[in-house]
Nanobody
Framework: QVQLVESGGGLVQPGGSLRLSCAASGSIFTIYDMGWYRQAPGKQRELVAAITSGASTNYADSVKGRFTISRDNAKNTVYLQMNSLKPEDTAVYYC?????????????WGQGTQVTVSS
């Protein structure tokens, strides 16, 4: 079984910064793509940023230039550095990972962490 545990959410003022972390644990053989998604109230879940095992990255247009995704393969951890936060960034942020174990390959999700941008 694989678990993803997020941390780093919270309340921040507009223009502020937060850093989210997501650590994967369990019987992991290989982690392929990792990513961050978010879901605001009344809206669909959307991709924020993704990173391949080779560190190629992809960002939603709304966060380009403000957010940076990175990963530490030795720690099975993905990060999201969020700068110049705006009220519209308020959402629950979810970590996602494409993981293979000795038995299967599957998509896993974290439990979500709340990010609130407000003055």
């Amino acid at each position: 079984q694989v678990q993803l545990v997020e941390s780093g959410g919270g309340l921040v003022q507009p223009g502020g910064s937060l850093r989210l972390s997501c650590a994967a644990s369990g019987s992991i053989f290989t982690i392929y793509d990792m990513g961050w998604y978010r879901q605001a109230p009344g809206k669909q879940r959307e991709l924020v940023a993704a990173i391949t095992s080779g560190a190629s990255t992809n960002y939603a247009d709304s966060v380009k230039g403000r957010f940076t995704i990175s990963r530490d393969n030795a720690k099975n951890t993905v990060y999201l550095q969020m700068n110049s936060l705006k009220p519209e960034d308020t959402a629950v942020y979810y970590c996602n990972a494409d993981v293979s174990t000795s038995r299967l390959r599957n998509d896993y999700w974290g439990q979500g962490t709340q990010v609130t941008v407000s003055s």
